[in-house]
């Protein structure tokens, strides 16, 4: 991957200017590669991740996954419905699987019941969709290559030669 | 009670007390660390793990387990095209700290003297002169970036002239050796009939060109002890890890010191160094391109401050001059520990000619690292009103630029 790129999402508010240091390059340059990222929508959108075991949503607090299974709709392949899916608010991801069951579907709701309202009313019932299995997630441990745990101490000694 | 004269004699660590001083401090941001930032790949520690609950617990071997030293054969030969053979010709060490030792040990008599760049890593003096040696520094140039030359070699040899030492890339310099620079050093080695000891324990740290293990040279491999080990590649410090390469009689004299003082390396360690070469590439060109961009972001930063450095091809430190503040090494590490509470490490360890110089450490988090600049640059700022500027230093331009802001 473009080292600019690897940079900014491990930091993505690695300046422009500290980047072109890094990489020995000028500031302008990076600032007009990055620009190109975000036209080209390589670069979708700067977040933060936030510690979600640490501080309560009450909108997400809980998530599950969706296995689901569908018949293809003739012509459309599995994209139709999983457009159909994903565009509602509840769905923070969605995969096309290989495997016993066609989508993953990842949803996120205030409680149990919110989600289970999802999937009994709006999922399941959709015309092509043949079952569902839900997952709720109990606990996360790392997500997006981030441990979610308090941050590390150095345990080296301060000084060494 | 009458005690070793030798040993006595050896000068204490003059670090010493400055270390005390930044161990007892606290929240100090630290740039005096000679060890990656890194932890040990997570496979790596599995690894170790396993074997315990495997029950290897043993001894192994004294040369080291047989199937690491076989590993090891076999990476020099991938990597480097070194072909070294597993049976008499590599001795694993407990760190290269041992395997220098024993080197050291095994090549010299009484009164020989081995030459060593300097400024150089604090134990290799004190271990010739335990060896019943004689350490003889040649000062390497700054305005050659710190490199040895072949003249400066040939100027310091003489009758009893046995070895040299070359640690590359260097800590505390940052400097290393491209293969046309080191096939010069070794037409010297040559030329004088020398050992050559060659630490490279940061070899795989290299930025800006191919690392060159001395011995694929030619006519060097039958005069070079080549020593390397997992520490500062893998991240695994603490482990203890080393190996030597050489010819099959200092090996086995090698090997005769070890298996009385040290007997093996411990087992659960070794297991753990047979899994970081076979798995551990992946972890270490990672930290290798993160260890890059923060040199590159250091050492534009301490310029920029003032502290000027030459670009480091190697490991992971910075040795910029201090000669800005007015100060001596010492007094510009204690005060900048004492006024801003950031921690680094004065040339003046690493000899005399570190004076003038600090050793930066960048194994240390970007965050930690952006912050430390700042204070430092703070920490410059009324030593350049009050201190007359040293007119060779070449910093005036600098300045001026700077003031003008």
């Given at each position: 991957m473009n080292e600019i790129l690897e940079i900014l999402e491990k930091d993505a508010r690695t300046s422009a200017e500290e980047i072109a240091k890094m990489l020995g390059m000028k500031a302008q340059a990076v600032k007009a590669a990055i620009k190109k990222f975000e036209k080209e929508g390589v670069i979708l959108k700067y977040k933060t991740i936030v510690n979600k075991e640490l501080v309560r949503d009450e909108h997400s607090d809980v998530r599950a996954l969706i296995e689901v299974r569908i018949t293809p709709k003739k012509n459309l392949g599995f994209d139709y419905l999983a457009e159909r899916i994903y565009q509602f608010p509840e769905v923070n991801a969605c995969y096309l699987m290989s495997g016993t069951y066609d989508l993953l579907v990842v949803v996120e709701g205030k409680d149990i019941h919110t989600v289970s309202d999802f999937v009994s009313s709006k999922l399941a019932p959709m015309e092509n969709v043949r079952g569902t299995v839900t997952h709720f997630i109990l606990k996360k441990y790392k997500e997006d290559g981030d441990i979610l745990r308090q941050a590390k101490r150095d345990k080296r000694e301060a000084i060494s030669l | 009670m009458k005690t070793s004269k030798i040993v006595e004699q050896i000068p204490p660590s003059g670090i010493r007390a400055f270390f005390d001083l930044v161990l007892g401090m606290k929240d100090i941001i630290s740039l005096g660390v000679g060890e990656p930032d890194f932890v040990t790949p997570w496979n790596v520690r599995e690894a170790a793990i396993y074997s315990l609950e495997g029950g290897y617990t043993s001894y192994t071997s004294n040369k080291g387990l047989l199937e690491l030293r076989q590993d090891i054969s076999r990476h020099l030969k991938h990597k480097h095209s070194l072909e070294y053979d597993p049976s008499d010709e590599i001795l694993i060490t407990v760190g290269v700290s041992e395997a220098f030792d024993l080197a050291l040990r095994a090549i010299i008599n009484k009164g020989d003297h081995i030459l060593i760049p300097e400024p150089y890593y604090v134990s290799y003096g004190p271990l010739v002169t335990l060896a019943g040696g004689k350490p003889i520094f040649i000062k390497v140039n700054p305005e050659n970036s710190f490199k040895i030359t072949p003249k400066d070699i040939l100027k310091h040899c003489g009758d009893r002239t046995k070895g040299i030492v070359l640690n590359y890339p260097n800590n505390p310099t940052g400097a290393s050796y491209t293969k046309p620079e080191l096939k010069a050093i070794s037409k010297a080695v040559i030329k004088r009939s020398l050992i050559m000891i060659s630490d490279e324990i940061y070899g795989d740290l290299t930025y800006d060109f191919n690392h060159t293990p001395f011995p694929t040279l030619p006519h060097m491999k039958e005069r070079t002890i080549c020593l390397n080990g997992f520490s500062k590649s893998y991240a695994m410090t603490g482990w203890r890890i080393g190996y030597a390469c050489g010819p099959k009689n200092i090996i086995s004299l090698m090997t005769k010191i070890h298996q009385y003082t040290m007997l093996c390396a411990p087992i659960m360690s070794q297991m753990a160094a047979r899994e970081a070469l076979k798995s551990g590439e992946r972890s270490t060109q990672e930290m290798k391109r993160e260890y890059r961009r923060r040199r590159e972001f250091i050492i534009a930063g301490l310029n920029e401050i003032g502290l000027t450095c030459h670009k480091p091809e190697g490991a992971f430190y910075a040795f910029p001059s201090i000669k800005i503040s007015g100060l001596s090494s010492m007094e510009f590490a204690k005060e900048l520990l004492k006024k801003e509470r950031v921690a680094l490490v004065p040339g003046t360890a690493f000899g005399p000619s570190g004076e003038g110089y600090a050793r930066i450490s960048y194994a240390a988090s970007l965050s930690n690292i952006k912050e430390a600049l700042l204070r430092i640059k703070r920490f410059l700022a009324p030593f350049e009103r009050t201190k007359p500027l040293?007119?060779?230093?070449?910093?005036r331009p600098e300045q001026g630029r700077r003031t003008k802001k």
């Open positions: - | 040293d007119k060779s230093s070449g910093l």
